[in-house]
């Protein structure tokens, strides 16, 4: 129920004390779990006095019981042990201190613990904090290596031992925590966070000695657990020997049996390093002389073909082959060209005996008229027309002298197409040369041609 109050009308620290130990009263009696971290047995007293610490968190009410209570379980119960209360709630109003009277006192059983361990390694894995993807590989040769283990511990020394034993040269960074009680959990987590936070480490190992189930229970805690998953720096989880399995071992990237295996795990063997080495040398030497034996008789073979020793021959030999070839092609294209020639000098013959132009030179001679019509027949001109003559060495005009009828005894017979230069009553031309050849005579005067008596 709530208070009504003001800066005006404040409540008076005993009212309010009394207040909380009135709701505290309302509360009843409760079972409540946790870890006895101080245990307060005074010789005569009737009242024990002990401190209940919550593992996963830092949390610790104190509790009185009295004596007779706390005798029933004193042979399984002390520091450190895990304990289920009934208890009512006390409010110490003078002091203003919360308490717990216990009633009774009941010890958590191992069996107990291994079904709550069982319930949150199953409730943990369907988050998939042990999933095999979230595994991060582990460096080949770490350059520093953080450690979280107890003091002086012979977890410690194991790792320290073996790890230098086996590379000389690796570092530590160490951070010594109560691998046990009820600061274990709290100690280790923020060693784990400190180291995760050093840039410098490449891999963490979290070690420790074995022991009972109660023992190990801070490496099965669920606070420890998920700053483990949280690191982005490889964890090894040394825990124990090899038959405990705490939940680290299930979260960390990679579990070794105990921490002298988590040394070997982690830093190589210089011994076994040098030997492989060596191996790997001789098989890269042997290797390297095989390519080279190998490239040497293949280059030795190529070498002894004929083709190397004497690569003009085969030059000399497409030499001869072309020369051959060329001058077969010239003996061809000479027999071409003589056919060619020969068969140019035949059609030439025949174009020149079938040519106008011959039948000129032998003395003929062709008439047309001034339309470029060529006169085939005497009734195609009439007298005192004009013909252009054309003879072989050049062309003349002449006129018509006399009818040009067929039947004309004294008419121009060949004046239709060429004249024959040996008829020896031809007809009349002027303004034309005279042919040497006309035996009836042809009178050149002023360009006109006189005809011929009959």
């Not at 208070?3 to 309010?16: E, F, I, K, W, Y």
């Not at 977890?155 to 010594?176: S, Y």
């Not at 060949?414 to 042919?435: E, I, K, L, N, Y």
Request: glycine content about 10%; proline content about 5%.
């Amino acid at each position: 129920m709530a208070v009504n109050t003001s800066a005006d009308a404040p409540l008076p620290v005993g009212q309010v004390s009394r207040l909380i130990g009135g709701w505290i009263d309302r509360l009843g009696a409760v079972w409540v779990e946790g870890q006895i971290t101080q245990l307060s047995r005074r010789p005569g007293a009737g009242v024990v006095f002990l401190t209940l610490r919550d593992p996963s968190h830092d949390i610790s009410v104190g509790v009185t019981c009295y004596r007779q209570v706390y005798d029933a379980v004193a042979d399984v119960v002390g520091e450190g042990a895990r304990v289920v209360v009934h208890a009512k709630p006390e409010w110490y109003a003078p002091r203003g201190q919360l308490s717990l009277r216990a009633v009774e006192i009941k010890p958590v059983g191992v069996g107990e613990l291994l079904a709550r361990l069982e319930q949150l390694k199953k409730s943990l894995a369907a988050e998939g904090l042990f999933a095999s993807a979230r595994k991060k590989p582990l460096p080949f040769l770490p350059q520093l290596v953080g450690l979280v283990c107890g003091r002086a511990s012979a977890a410690e020394r194991d790792v320290l031992e073996n790890a230098r034993h086996r590379w000389p040269a690796v570092r530590f960074e160490v951070r010594n925590v109560a691998v046990q009680g009820v600061h274990a959990v709290t100690q280790v987590v923020q060693a784990v966070k400190e180291l995760d936070a050093l840039e410098e480490v490449d891999v963490i190992v979290v070690a420790r000695g074995g022991g009972s189930v109660e023992d190990l229970l801070p490496f099965s805690d669920e606070q420890l657990v998920r700053a483990v998953a949280a690191c982005r720096t490889p964890v090894v989880s040394a825990i124990g020997h090899e038959p405990d399995s705490p939940l680290l071992d299930l979260v960390a990237d990679l579990r070794a049996s105990t921490p002298t295996d988590a040394a070997k795990k982690v830093v190589p063997d210089v011994g076994e390093e040098l030997e492989r080495v060596r191996v790997l040398r001789g098989r890269a030497r042997r290797c390297v002389e095989a390519y080279v034996e190998r490239e040497e008789r293949g280059l030795a073979h190529a070498v002894a073909r004929p083709v190397i020793q004497d690569p003009h021959r085969m030059i000399d030999e497409r030499a001869d082959h072309l020369a051959s070839l060329v001058d077969r092609s010239r003996r061809t294209l000479g027999h071409l060209l003589d056919r060619a020639d020969s068969e140019l000098t035949h059609t030439r013959a025949r174009v020149v005996a079938l040519s106008p132009a011959a039948t000129l030179q032998r003395g003929y001679a062709v008439l047309q008229r001034a339309d470029g019509h060529v006169v085939r027949d005497p009734g195609e001109v009439r007298a005192a027309d004009v013909l252009r003559a054309r003879v072989a060495e050049g062309e003349f005009t002449v006129r018509v002298d006399g009818s040009g009828g067929a039947d004309d005894a004294h008419g121009a017979g060949d004046s239709g197409g060429a004249s024959d230069p040996g008829d020896a009553h031809g007809a009349g031309v002027s303004g034309g040369a005279s042919d040497p050849g006309d035996a009836g005579g042809v009178d050149e005067q002023a360009g006109t041609s006189k005809g011929m008596d009959a």
